[in-house]
């Protein structure tokens, strides 16, 4: 069990968002319903089921982990309509070599969307444009800083992920040859829910399981989580919303 697949079990979406603030930025694009679309990195599938209930695309989801494939075809069992919905379990770098162009790709909070090794956030957004139709939408959203954070914490975070600032993220989509159309962030609330809602899901999964010999080590990282965000994530983390548009033909 990981700290992750307990959060993705509980909460609708494991990141600092909301379905209100998602469909906020998606109404701009004007989606076109029955078009294809991906969702990258799509942990519980929740999203992408809002997303094609919403928007009626028909929407293939991609998550690299068995686990959270799995947990993701049994929260979204049924649905999907008026679009649809399939999971696949897949290296997202691996699948985007092999598909026809799509309308609309979604990645929120993604770690190797363009490939399980890459991290540069222009090579990413480059990779994500050429799987796009002329004229195609991306909805990119990630953690960035708001303010340079210290040296043990950028180390920390750097393991796994790279962030930009705001205004990184938009640049490097620019550079990869897609507009900017819109970007916003969310609130605090939506950090504080998500930070203290997957400590809460952590402990209580780790009482209700005492025989399981993961606990100790699942309750020292979630700690770990949620002191980092009190000391210093709090007011060096941003989550952006950050919509591209590819150029028609």
Known sequence: MSMNRIAYGVREICNPLTFERLDHVLARAGL????????????NGMVAAHIAETFGLEITALERDPEMAALARERTKGRGAPGSLSIETVESGDYLSTIAPVHFISALGTTGAAGRDERDAERTFRTLAQALEPGGWLFWADVFWARPPSDPMRQIIGITNHFESHQ??????????LEPFYATTSPQQDWDDLIWDTWQATEAWVRANPERPEGAMLLMRARMIRDMFIIEGRETMGFGLYLFRKAPA
């Open 32 to 43: 076109r319903p029955g078009a294809r679309a991906l969702d990258i990195g799509t942990g």
């Open 168 to 177: 990184g993220w938009i640049e490097a989509g620019r550079a990869a040859g």
